[in-house]
């Protein structure tokens, strides 16, 4: 089941997108704030985000902005005015479709199907190895149901890993993997440290690694399984 995310202050307006929604066979969630909007995307798994322009603490803008630091997650924007600047400020800010105000909860309901189908053929969202799960979109990593916190360093490192699954990768490759982009300066011990985190994070017995193995004299290999 696809699950919704409502981010819209005008209650009447969120009630109705919910229950045109929910009777189409969607689970959602509604927040009438970006606060509380920030919290159901951290807690629960969404697939497309409904995110009004103008909320009581913030701009639909900015929180679109800063979502796409971290997540491809579809959205949706509705805007009350039809500048067509905001609306070009908008999909810049990475909305991937915008709807002005008023407008019919049908319409409304082709778009979300329309992003979904586009998005759904996509890259995975999802990286899946023996019961180790990386939710791409969130950043977020898990072992079976549960949630294994790790740092935006120790997510690059471990997407690295499962992208490669089953391949010895060098220390340069790795390291010229997660850092280029960045051209960040990292010193040599960064990559056995984090390394180190991941395995008392992942492993059973962190002193004979099995998940993350070490070949020696070249690197290491993601071992979790298919
Ligand atoms: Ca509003």
Redo the contacts with the bound molecule.
Sequence with gaps: MKTILIL???EN?SRGIAFTFERDGYHTFSAGNIKNGKRMLEQHKIDLIIL?????DGN?IDFCKEIRTYSKIPIIM?T?CDLETDEVSGLLAGADDYITKPFSLSILRARVEALLRRTEDESPHVMVSGKFRMNVDLCKFFRENEEIPISTTEYRLLSFLMINAGQVLSKEQILSSLWDNEGNFVDENTLPVNISRLRAKLEEDPKNPQIIKTVHGIGYIWNGGV
């Design positions: 819209e202050d005008d307006l009004d322009l103008g909320l009581p639909g509705l009350a």
